[in-house]
């Protein structure tokens, strides 16, 4: 489904200042989330087929090569096994990941090896991971991507702004680069982060009519991780929030636990190792 474009609205002080955060009922509606069972059978492989089409499947490594990204583009458009597929009985559903996301020096090879797809290239840009160089210098990255041809900018803001209260900036900064990224740190995506962040989508949503997306990465591993991803977002946005144009995963490894637990929702037995092409 195609969103209409958020246009962004005047920024408004005292909606950032009169907005209160009770951190303990936080920390417990997320303790309380993480402990339920997550979906069983059937309705696993569904939920997880769902989150495959979600991932942005990820390469930031500073060794990466065009083979690296050939490599992910393969499995972006088969991320799943024919075999597995068809056994499931969605052979026909034309599953591929959300997106693939790479650096901007990587982009040009991104876009040749999707040739023929839709899957969207996502680019890292404006000084990541640390979001300390020049702004000018951001948004050439940004240029940069996109005239490459990225389609959708991971930027990271500048946390001193946050951290110094430093709203009036953050706000000129995040207009002028549109997308936000965690960046890469020792802790990213966490549930109590999440909710918080959730509801001001939900909030922005009901005030302004417009629908933000979602993305949490870094840390991201295990298939059962991605089903209760999913069902946070399905309990706080609704089913819509759990679809690709609204809701993305950034990880690099966990399509390999998903299509693992796949092959044995498929085959009632796990797939040793070298049975599964790595991504």
């Not at 680019?123 to 050439?140: D, I, K, N, W």
Request: net charge positive; with cysteine.
């Amino acid at each position: 489904m195609v969103h209409e474009r958020n246009p962004g609205i005047p920024l408004d002080a005292g909606w950032v200042l009169e907005t209160q955060i009770n951190l303990a009922a936080v920390k417990r509606r997320a303790e309380s989330h993480m402990t339920r069972r997550s979906v069983k059978m059937e309705w696993q492989a569904g939920w997880l087929l769902r989150a495959v089409t979600c991932i942005d499947l990820t390469t930031l490594s500073g060794d990466d090569t065009e083979t690296n990204v050939k490599r992910l583009c393969f499995k972006a458009k088969r991320p799943i096994r024919h075999d597995i597929l068809e056994k499931l009985g969605c052979s026909h559903l034309n599953i591929t990941t959300g997106a693939i996301c790479v650096y901007p020096s990587r982009v040009a090879e991104a876009k040749k090896h999707l040739q023929g797809s839709n899957i969207p290239i996502a680019s890292v840009a404006a000084g990541f991971p640390a979001g300390q160089t020049p702004m000018e210098q951001r948004l050439e990255e940004i240029r940069y991507a996109v005239a490459q041809g990225a389609t959708e900018i991971d930027i990271v803001i500048t946390r001193p702004l946050v951290l110094a209260a430093r709203w009036e900036e953050l706000y000129d900064e995040v207009k002028a680069m549109r997308k936000t990224s965690t960046g890469k740190e020792g802790v990213n995506a966490t549930f109590p982060v999440a909710i918080t962040m959730l509801r001001a989508i939900r909030d922005y949503h009901q005030r302004t009519g417009y629908k933000v997306g979602f993305k949490p990465a870094g840390g991201i591993r295990a298939a059962k991780d991605a089903l209760s991803w999913l069902a946070i977002m399905k309990e706080e946005l609704g089913d819509e929030w759990t679809r690709p144009d609204l809701f993305r995963l950034g990880a690099s490894s966990l399509l390999t636990d998903i299509e693992r637990q796949l092959f044995h929702c498929a085959y009632k037995r796990y797939a040793a190792a070298h049975q599964l092409a790595m991504s």
